[in-house]
Nanobody, 126 residues
Framework: QVHLVESGGGPVQAGGSLRLSCAASGWPYAYSTYCMAWFRQVGGKEREGVATMDSDGTSSYVDSVKGRFTISRDNSKHMVSLQMNSLTPEDTAMYYC??????????????????WGPGTQVTVSS
């Protein structure tokens, strides 16, 4: 069973930076076969995919974070990170580390195909 744990969230002022990290274990298949992603969700609103990265380094971002957020992954350590710069109050959300055994463009994020961490809260104050 894939187990994901996020860290690095917290309060920050607008314009500041945070770095989220995700430690993962329990891969039934090679880590390189998984797309890694960060999602966020505000309250009961629909979740939003923020960034994805394939094992070959191919990445994608939602338009609202392009140029501000950077996803990276360490295939040898089974970790993925999200560097968030120039944060705004609109970035306030629970951030989730997600894995899916697929290339990112075809990923199915819902269980049982997608694995989700418990989340880490990011709160940006103006």
């Amino acid at each position: 069973q894939v187990h994901l744990v996020e860290s690095g969230g917290g309060p920050v002022q607008a314009g500041g930076s945070l770095r989220l990290s995700c430690a993962a274990s329990g891969w039934p298949y090679a880590y390189s076969t998984y797309c890694m992603a960060w999602f966020r969700q505000v309250g009961g609103k629909e979740r939003e995919g923020v960034a994805t990265m394939d094992s070959d380094g191919t990445s994608s971002y939602v338009d609202s974070v392009k140029g501000r957020f950077t996803i990276s992954r360490d295939n040898s350590k089974h970790m993925v990170s999200l560097q968030m710069n120039s944060l705004t109050p609109e970035d306030t959300a629970m951030y989730y580390c997600v894995a899916a055994r697929s290339v990112c463009v075809w990923a199915d994020w819902d269980p049982p195909f997608g694995y989700w961490g418990p989340g880490t809260q990011v709160t940006v104050s103006s």
